[in-house]
C-alpha cells in the first residue's frame, strides 16, 4: 500500500469535538451527536465530513492516552457557528494520503500498516498537525465496499 503525498491546503471546519482515548472510545457518541445537526451548518463546502484527530505533543498511542476527536464539514467562513458547536482551521501542510477500503476492522489494519510498517521505512516523520479521515462519496458506515481517505501529517526527515 503506497501512499500520495499531497499537500493540504489550509481548510476551515465546523463541527463537534470530544476528548477521549482507545481505551474509551467514545467515536459512536461523537458521531451521534454531530450528524443530526450538521445541516444547521452554513456555507458548506461539499459533502464531504472530516474525522479529525489532535493529538498531543509525543503522542504514543497508548491505549490510555487522550486526543481530541471532530466530527466537522468544511466551510468557507466561520461568520456563523452553531450553537454548541465549535471551529478548527487545518493548516496547511504536507500529508501521506492511505486508501481505507472496507468496515472498520481494515481501517485497524490500515493505521497499523502505516505506523508500524510504512512510516518507520519512509523518508518522513509524523508532523505535529491534525490527522484526518475524509468520508467521501464512497464512504458507507460498515460495508464492506466503503472507502474512505486517511490523511497522516508528515514531514521530510532530517539527514
Known sequence: MTPQI???????LIGKNLTFSYSNYRIVDLWSNFMPRRKEIQNVIGFDLYNVQINPINFDFSTNMPFVK???VPVTSFEFVPIEMETLEIPEGLYAVFTIKGDAGNARKTF???FNEWLPNSEYDIDNRPHFEILGSKYIKNDPSSEEEAWIPIKKLDK
Do not use: G, S
Open 112 to 114: 497499523d500498516f502505516i
Open 70 to 72: 471532530w466530527a466537522a
Open 6 to 12: 499531497k499537500t493540504f491546503t489550509a481548510t476551515k
